[in-house]
Structures are given as structure tokens and as C-alpha cells.
């Protein structure tokens, strides 16, 4: 919330700054050059009063922000690294830097709430335990609202919030976890390719593409997603109040958001104006939402397009030959 002592303490900053700045060039290339004043000098001297403008504004803004409410997106894939590395999809969400921006809104003396904006299919599990755990340790009261999807990862996220909001037609839930490998040994054998296995632990290899699935095999890689299965159930339930049979009985189904509102998947059903007046009956007042987001430099953003181009070409040849990858477990 802006008041009337975040604004006076706003000006006084700037003020002090862009005297102290206009001095300092005064004294500087005005005073002390001798010959006396010259145009130079007096536009040395405006340069570095417009630094100590931007300067001042910037310390001005952190220690007297105009904004008591964090507000942090979650849009697309999760991943650890938001697809920074060729291999990955460029959509991905980068979670450490979400984590990142979450931790600094959490340090943040004028943030006393946080808002979790979510548009995503879900991902990887740890990234967005990370993101999830990050939420739950927020100091102050917090609101996830859904855009277009939250599935997955992204409700594994949304359940640590203190309040869920959702469109009526938004997609919700998907409370399950997804392990796959591509069994290509047959292929392997009409193409006269061997395997020669050297491992050393009998489930080293375990889902290796070109060999046979083993029953023993199988049923370790499946015991993998289980306890995955559970860690999910045993979060939702814990961060919604529901019992784990009650989570386990959606069968990880989707749900759009009246269904998953009837279900307690979420508490209110409505847009972000819904989240934020429910950000205000916590805190007692207006809130005022800053969108905290990682700075990208021009260098990011240009391998980001070389990489989303790319992956744009990858993916619509592997749609052409075909759908498969190695093993893998998501929560998607």
C-alpha cells in the first residue's frame, strides 16, 4: 500500500540524491577548474545530477516501495534451468529463478503478501518441490490464481498456498507423476545393433532402450514413480487439508475449475482481482502488486530465440518420425 510516509520518504531520497549529485559536479568541474564556469563544466555538473536522480530513485523505490505485494509467474514447462541449454524445451520455466525471485520478495521490507500467477502443464519434480517449498516458506500470506492451466508440478505449487483462485474454465489438477522409457530392442535387433552390458549394480542400466524390459526391471521403475506418487499426495493433502484418499481418488484426473472447486482443489473461483481481494482481507487493506521477475540481458534473450528456434525445428521433425524419449519421470 503507497502512504503518505512512503511518498514523503520517496521525495526526501530524491531530493538528497540529486542535491548531493548537483553539488559534488558543481564543485567538481564548475568550482575547481580554474578559469571559472563553462558550459562544460555546467553540463558535467547535469550529468551527474541525473545520475544521482536515477540512483536515488532506485534506492528510494527499494526503501520506500509503492507496492506492499509480490506478485511471481510460473508460466510453462518447469525446469531447473527454463531451457538455457539446447537439449530443453526454451518454454521452461527457470525454477531457481523463480526460487530466486520469491526469496527476494520474501527479504523485501515493504512486501507483506506473495501471489503465485500459474499457466503451466507442470515438469520436473524437484524443480518444483524447490518453487513449492519457497511458497510454503514465504513470511506472510500467500495466493495462488490460475490463468489457463495448472496441472501437475503447478498444482504440487498451488497447494502450498494459503488460498487457490481459478477461472471456471481453467484446468486443474492432474495430481499425478509420469515415468516413461522408450523400449527400442527390437528395432536394435532387425538393425544388427547388440547391447554389451557392463554395469556395475543390477538396476544401473534399468530402462535402457536398447535391451528387453526385465519384469524386475519394471517393477523397480515403477516403485520409483510410486514413491513420487506418494511425496505429491502427501503434499497436496497436507497444504489443502484433505485427506490422502481424497487426492488419491481423483485419479490424477484434470479438472476445469468449477469441478475442482467443488472438490476443494480450489477455494474461489473468479480472476486476479478475486486473489488480490482476498490478499486484502488478509492484510487488512488495499494492496498495491509488483510483478517481481529475472532480469535478462540482451545476450539471454538472443540465445533464448536462437534456442527456441531450434526447438521449434526439433520438435516438429520428432513430431514427423515420431514420439519417444529415454527414461524419465515428470509431474505431468
Not at 541525473?50 to 536515488?56: D, M, W, Y
Not at 523505490?61 to 509480490?70: E, K, L, P, S, V
Not at 516413461?180 to 530402462?207: C, I, M, P, Q, W
Request: with cysteine.
Amino acid at each position: 500500500m503507497d502512504t503518505l510516509p512512503k511518498r514523503v520518504g520517496r521525495l526526501t531520497v530524491l531530493a538528497l540524491g540529486v542535491l548531493v549529485g548537483v553539488v559534488v559536479g558543481w564543485v567538481l568541474f564548475v568550482r575547481v577548474p580554474a578559469g571559472g564556469p563553462t558550459i562544460l563544466g555546467v553540463v558535467l555538473t547535469l550529468l551527474i545530477g541525473a545520475v544521482s536522480l536515477r540512483l536515488s530513485g532506485n534506492a528510494a523505490g527499494a526503501a520506500f516501495g509503492a507496492y506492499d505485494t509480490a506478485e511471481v509467474s510460473v508460466e510453462g514447462p518447469i525446469a531447473r534451468d527454463g531451457g538455457e541449454s539446447l537439449p530443453t524445451d526454451p518454454r521452461q520455466v527457470p525454477a531457481d529463478a523463480v526460487v530466486e525471485q520469491i526469496e527476494r520478495a520474501d527479504e523485501d521490507s515493504n512486501t507483506e503478501a506473495l501471489a503465485v500467477c500459474l499457466n503451466t502443464p507442470g515438469g520436473e519434480v524437484v524443480p518444483s518441490d524447490d518453487i513449492r517449498r519457497a511458497v510454503r516458506e514465504f513470511d506472510g500470506p500467500t495466493v495462488a490464481y490460475v490463468t489457463d492451466v495448472c496441472a501437475s508440478g503447478g498444482y504440487w505449487i498451488a497447494s502450498a498456498c494459503d488460498h487457490v483462485v481459478a477461472r471456471e474454465n481453467s484446468l486443474v489438477g492432474s495430481i499425478g507423476v509420469r515415468g516413461s522409457t522408450l523400449n527400442a530392442s527390437a528395432l536394435a535387433d532387425d538393425l544388427g545393433v547388440d547391447y554389451e552390458r557392463f554395469v556395475a549394480g543390477e538396476y544401473k542400466d534399468a530402462g535402457n532402450p536398447l535391451r528387453e524390459m526385465r519384469e524386475d526391471d519394471r517393477r523397480y521403475l515403477q516403485g520409483l514413480v510410486d514413491d513420487f506418487y506418494e511425496s505429491f499426495v502427501e503434499r497436496v493433502a497436507e497444504g489443502r487439508d484433505l485427506s490422502r484418499e481424497q487426492i488419491r481418488d481423483t485419479e490424477a484426473r484434470v479438472y476445469v475449475g468449477r469441478d475442482a472447486h467443488e472438490r476443494d482443489l480450489v477455494d474461489d473461483l473468479g480472476t486476479r482481482d478475486a486473489a488480490e481481494a482476498y490478499l486484502e482481507a488478509e492484510l487488512g487493506h488495499e494492496v498495491a502488486v509488483r510483478e517481481f521477475e529475472p532480469p535478462r540481458g540482451m545476450f539471454v534473450r538472443m540465445r533464448r530465440t536462437a534456442v527456441g528456434a531450434a526447438y521449434a525445428l526439433g520438435a516438429g521433425l520428432a513430431d514427423a518420425v515420431g514420439d519417444g524419449d529415454g527414461t524419465n519421470v515428470e509431474l505431468r
